[in-house]
């Protein structure tokens, strides 16, 4: 890979950062995802209908920053080092988002400003490539970069761990049973009724979204800074921006939710409120969310800056807290 173009400080250009960022991850992406024929033609194409059909890609983002932010400017080994968690991280995204707008979860048929998989492939077949997504997930992680290096091995295995931590149920899978509760779509078990709605609490509230929305942020910013070789002190400082980063993440989701439009959030507007998910709006009211959204990201970034660490983290943060998609 090409060195970095752009390691933006807060007064350097975040946007032109953000596009090389998505452009050494989509070139990553094409290189390393199966292809017919080792793979059925079909399988290949649904799982490149989702991952390839644009997106913030603020996940592996998130990784390439993170590294830049332990490492400092971006190199060609650096980016060896980097870029498969950094892709791993959005094969796992995408994974989710295909499983999430299945009729059983949150039965959404645009995404990304176009049809959802199921939509375009049926139920079974988007379900096979969000499976195929996450697998080889793990695949382009352990893989490459291809070396013996005793020390790359193990930061590869520590964000491994890392990685289906925050995937699975003590993660994003299982803030996803939390959110199913909380709105009744989950069967009582033994029988064919569906649960009562749950009214949570904001501390639950926030519970679940650490780990539905936060868990895989953190994931994606640890990983970044673990592969570049950062301290145990640097890395649980970018694991607290990120825990931070993610609450105020999904504040702003929630908030755009209710003001965005579908044409610019590239999703339905106004689901969660249709299907009475708790949301922070509906529980705080878009004013007091967006205090809440603001707070989260200065403490994000102070954490940083307790640690003495600068660099594209900083103004990332600034950039989720002002997004309008």
């Not at 950062?17 to 793979?39: F, G, H, K, M, N």
């Not at 991952?51 to 980016?79: E, H, M, V, Y």
Request: proline fraction near 5%; aromatic fraction near 4%; include cysteine.
């Amino acid at each position: 890979m090409e060195d970095s173009k752009l390691t933006p400080t807060a007064n350097e250009d975040l946007e032109g950062y953000l596009r090389a960022c998505r452009a050494e991850v989509e070139s990553a992406l094409d290189a390393w995802l199966p292809t017919a024929p080792d793979s059925p033609a079909l399988a290949v194409e649904a799982m490149r209908y989702s991952l390839f059909a644009g997106g913030k890609r603020l996940r592996p983002t998130l990784t390439l920053a993170a590294a830049d932010t332990i490492a400092g400017p971006a190199t060609a080994d650096s980016r060896s080092l980097v870029l498969p968690a950094a892709c791993a991280m959005e094969m796992i995204h995408t994974y989710s988002l295909i499983h999430d707008d299945l009729p059983a979860m949150d039965d959404d048929t645009l995404r990304r400003g176009r049809p959802t998989a199921h939509v375009v492939y049926g139920e079974g077949m988007a379900i096979l490539a969000g499976d195929a997504l996450l697998t080889e997930a793990f695949q382009v992680l352990t893989r490459w970069p291809r070396t013996d290096d005793p020390g790359v091995v193990g930061r590869k295995l520590r964000v491994a761990e890392r990685m289906a931590l925050a995937a699975g149920a003590a993660g994003m899978v299982g803030g996803q049973v939390l959110d199913l509760h909380a709105a009744g779509q989950i069967s009582t078990p033994g029988t064919s009724t569906v649960a009562d709605a749950q009214q949570l609490t904001a501390e639950e509230l926030r519970r679940m979204h650490e780990r539905k929305t936060g868990a895989l942020m953190r994931a994606a910013a640890v990983a970044g800074a673990i592969m570049v070789g950062a301290s145990d002190t640097e890395a649980d400082a970018v694991d607290a921006y990120a825990r931070e980063l993610g609450l105020g993440f999904q504040i702003i989701d929630d908030i755009l939710d209710v003001e965005g439009a579908a044409d610019q959030l590239g999703k339905t507007a106004g689901k969660d409120a249709a299907a009475g998910k708790p949301t922070y709006p509906s529980m705080f009211g878009l004013e007091e969310s967006r205090h809440m959204a603001a707070a989260s990201i200065r403490q994000a970034q102070a954490h940083l800056e307790t640690a003495s660490l600068a660099g594209p983290l900083i103004p990332l943060a600034e950039w989720v807290l002002a997004r309008t998609h």
